[in-house]
């Protein structure tokens, strides 16, 4: 039975990864069918569906919109779509301007907006969710205290200034999708343009008034510059080959001054609008039906890219991945209580292991091909990547040695990074637009996976030591064939590591002297890759001219872990140099914990042998004559 059941908890594994591939059938509303049409926001074409789910994501850090959050486990929330939300704010704003979406816990900044801070379950309140109603009478505090922080340096922002700025950035998104549909939102656009062009009107005025120096209606002026920072949903038939697409404003107001009629993509969501309004599926369903077909011919290219975006979307590759490896790593624990007798514990983690990297590896094929680049291109793919390949690493150490240590840190590593990964995208669009010097697929399939590869070896290696160290210290599973064993693997996984992130670095060298005009400018981001390589190659140095043995080397690695997570984390948050895209403060905190428990175990690392569980020797035992272990007679204490 025990020969089998691994290959039994695996296949059911499988059966729920394959069983979600299936998109189940739509009994209503055809809500489905309106996420898959196309629209241009941060630069690029994506479904009503990403734009949904990456807006939500900011908002309140989940996928759907929990409408009914102050009620207990127990009971059942009213849960709706990304894409059902995001109707409901273009269409029906005053209905939407109530749902609590908002997610706010600075206890600060609760107190600001005269927030309640508790949950209070007569009052429909969970304590950390709020609405647009109950925000905006405090929205001039908040306005006022948010420019107040921006003029704080970005290193010197507290919690409750950072809880500002992201506020004010969220609530600025959130009503700037309110003029996403324009006149067409309110389901009658003959009736609503005249009224919308004479606001256009004077918001244009406006920005003359304050252009030459005049007064100027300043809610005139933020209305009409809203109006050209929504997102692009028109399209635009100037060239066959290459279709572009224009925001409500932009397409309106030309038609307008000539005398021509709104565009059928204008009456297409007039007519889908009219029926959410009347809450009429039937006629919604047509409207969106009709639309797509609209849309076929000149714009199969950005159906269809839509269409396998918003599959991608609803499969979750990565959050499936990271189930499995929390489930190996479950196992692999069960497996270090018994190692003899629950050797199928073992080839479960295994297996399980083998099973993520599949959905892993399949869901960084179809984001790459989803971008149409290599599989670093931001922090949040750097982390996926990282992931990946930590996991083959991880698979090949299993492989030659067959003692869990490898399914360990496939499944830590893997989990790990994954959750990384989920926070980044808490920052918005994950397949954002590439800045100029990243557009390029040549590099970017050549230096910065490499040197993500270096990344993710120099992790792997770290890990390993983390092993030794906790096996050494407090247990004694740490035999001396498995420090062997574990050194061995450390030292090879760490040559691997310097190999790869030194021809990484020289590889970024190239690109900035083509990009930069110079090979090396003591950026921080190349200060960080070239401290990586220097690190590796000194701990292998220590190692070939016997500076440290095994426990020296283990702390030696578990130190490239600081340098590592430094390199790809820390300077970024700086703020400064060429290199410091995808900025995120929120993660300082994080980077900073993890950085001390490294701290931590590297003391603990050098404590003495002695007091290392696997390196004591076993308490004489008194045979029952008396005698010691080692056979000589006991004697009374003096």
Known sequence: MKRWLPWVIVAVFAAWVVGSLRVPPEKNWAYDQFGRLPVVANGRTQPFDSLAR??????????????EPWKDWNEKPRIISATEWLLGVMIKPELADTWPVFRIDNPDLKGLLD???DPDKAKHLDGKHYSWQQIQPKLSDLERETVRAGKIDNSKRGPYDQALIKLWNNQTIYNRLKYTLGPAGSGDLDARMTAYLTKVEAGRNAFMARREGKDFDSAALGWFSDQFETPLIVPVEKDAAHPQWARVAESVIPAANSGATPGFA?????RISKAFLNDNPAEFNAAVADYQNQLAGKFDRELKKSAQEQYFNHIEPFYKAMILFLGALLFVLAYWFKPKQWEWMRVTAVGLVGLALVVHTAGLIFRMYLEGRPPVTNLYSSAIFIGWGATVLGLILERFWRNSIGAMVSSIIGFTTLIIAHHLALTGDTMEMMRAVLDTNFWLATHVVVVTLGYASTFVAGILAVIFIVQGLFTRALTPELAKSLNRMIYGIICFA?????V???LGGIWADQSWGRFWGWDPKENGALIIVLWNALVLHARWGGLVRERGLANMAIVGNIVTSWSWFGVNMLGIGLHSYGFTSAAFTWLMTFVTSQIILVVLGCLPKTMWLSFREP???????GRSSAGKPATAAT
Request: no cysteine.
């Open 54 to 67: 990456n807006t939500l994501l900011q908002l309140r850090e989940k996928q759907t919109a929990n409408l």
């Open 498 to 502: 310097t190999l790869f992130s030194f």
């Open 115 to 117: 927030l309640p801070a």
């Open 504 to 506: 990484g670095t020289v």
């Open 619 to 625: 308490a004489a035992q008194e045979s029952q004559g």
């Open 266 to 270: 204008l009456q297409a969501y007039n």
